[in-house]
């Protein structure tokens, strides 16, 4: 009964290394989301996924891409981390744009440091 | 464009007050609408949700009233309790939109013992 498993839960990088968070979901969701939170701004949608194979752009695209070969899992990427990167990352899934009255499920997200 | 609006926190309240935390929305369709809590250290969860007009969620204890006429979403609790602490978020979906989840930018509950 995990649900959606975000790993790392913490990290500390330096500026111009990369990494990549990993989120996994056992649900069976189509869509996956990469959200940011940042003090003061609620929650920032990075990237998102509506199935296997897709990706899309969100609000804040730029410095990340992701990938998710399966459908379970939903990569996000940095490529050379910057300072303002510094944030707490949280990935959600849910079923797809028919069922519009269903919720997100969230994971309990990875905090970023970028030093 | 969809939005969310709620209001501005930190909200600070005695334990066993009522709590009234607005929110109001745009949406150019018929959208759902969701309460999510976030407590210390953990994600995003539901707390309750309604998707049509005139609906009205409730879950521990928590209601709210989904009000076309007024496009609110209020969040209502009669007594709150110490563990109620935590940041609350309004939150809408629409079909016609690609089904991405438009956040509100949340606000904080303490409630003091």
């Known amino acids: 009964n995990a649900g959606v498993t975000q790993t790392p839960k913490f990290r500390v990088l330096k500026t111009g290394q990369s990494m990549t968070l990993l989120c996994a979901q056992d649900m069976n969701h189509e869509y996956m989301y990469w959200y940011r939170q940042d003090p003061g701004m609620g929650l920032r949608l990075i990237h998102y996924?509506?199935?296997?194979?897709?990706?899309a752009k969100g609000e804040v695209p730029d410095g990340y891409n992701v990938s998710r070969l399966k459908k379970q899992n939903f990569l996000l990427g940095l490529e050379s981390a910057a300072p303002s990167q510094t944030s707490v990352y949280f990935c959600?899934?849910?079923?797809?744009?028919?069922?519009?009255?269903?919720?997100?499920?969230f994971g309990d997200g990875t905090r970023l440091s970028i030093l | 464009g969809n939005s969310v609006t709620q209001m501005e926190g930190p909200v600070t309240l005695s334990e066993e007050a009522f709590l009234t935390i607005n929110c109001t929305y745009t949406?150019?369709?018929?959208?759902?609408l969701f309460w999510y809590v976030q407590y210390p250290g953990e994600g995003l969860q539901l707390l309750l949700k309604a998707t049509k007009a005139d609906d009205k969620g409730s879950n521990k204890g928590f209601e709210a009233t989904y009000r076309k006429e007024t496009t609110s979403f209020h969040l209502e609790k009669g007594s709150v309790q110490v563990s109620d602490s935590a940041v609350y978020f309004c939150a809408l979906s629409d079909r016609q939109r690609d089904d991405k989840i438009i956040f509100g930018k949340g606000t904080r509950l303490h409630i003091l013992p």
């Open positions: 949406a150019t369709g018929y959208p759902s």
């Open positions: 996924s509506v199935g296997e194979g897709t990706t």
């Open positions: 959600a899934s849910s079923y797809g744009v028919m069922y519009s009255n269903q919720p997100q499920h």
